[in-house]
């Protein structure tokens, strides 16, 4: 079982940053695969990057690859997204999620936050 905590939302102007958080309990967090996904109002949650376990391969959705980096610090038990030249259109409730798998799995994850609000007023 994985408990995940996500901080760091709040408003920002577009091209703005943002770093968000995901604080994970148990002992086995880096045997888990993480990922960031959102949902905006009115549209399905959308992937929006993964991590392997031990945080040497990513993956990252067309629409924020360039601009968002994913990473995690397994010491920590914590992984981040930071998000550099924020648009309108980033706005959503961001999600930390969990699955144990060595990849980076765009789909089909065990574990979630609660979500944390991303604003990007233009």
């Known amino acids: 079982q994985v408990q995940l905590v996500e901080s760091g939302g709040g408003l920002v102007q577009a091209g703005g940053s943002l770093r968000l958080s995901c604080a994970a309990s148990?002992?086995?967090?880096?045997?888990?695969?993480m990922g960031w996904f959102r949902q905006a109002p009115g549209k399905d949650r959308e992937f929006v990057a993964a991590?392997?376990?031990?945080?040497?391969?990513?993956r990252y959705a067309d629409s924020v690859k360039g601009r968002f980096t994913i990473s995690r610090d397994n010491s920590k038990n914590t992984v981040y997204l930071q998000m550099n030249s924020l648009e309108p259109e980033d706005t959503a409730v961001y999600y930390c999620?969990?699955?144990?798998?060595?990849?980076?799995?765009?789909?089909?994850?065990?574990?979630w936050g609660q979500g944390t609000q991303v604003t990007v007023s233009s």
């Open positions: 999620a969990a699955v144990a798998s060595r990849g980076t799995p765009n789909i089909g994850y065990a574990y």
């Open positions: 148990g002992r086995t967090f880096s045997s888990y695969a």
């Open positions: 991590i392997n376990s031990r945080g040497g391969s990513t």
